[in-house]
């Protein structure tokens, strides 16, 4: 229920891939490319998951967005 509240709420909706959490929302390269896709400036990486996975904020800041998250050690 939360999913598609957050879908509707946003500015902007990307499908990221296959139904499967390894071929979407964890893939950082989806994610990233995503975000630039959408020509969003910077990301949330939310809660869980992705969040505190430094290759994320990495790849993130490699593509030229504002990381919003834990620190990229």
Do not use: K, Q
């Amino acid at each position: 229920m939360r999913a598609r509240r957050a879908v509707g709420e946003a500015d902007r909706a990307c499908a990221l891939g296959l139904p499967d959490a390894a071929h979407s929302y964890l893939d950082v390269e989806a994610v990233a490319a995503a975000a630039v896709a959408a020509g969003a400036r910077s990301l949330h990486p939310g809660y869980g998951f992705l969040s505190e996975r430094a290759v994320l904020a990495r790849r993130c800041i490699e593509a030229g967005l504002t990381w919003i998250g834990p620190r990229r050690n």
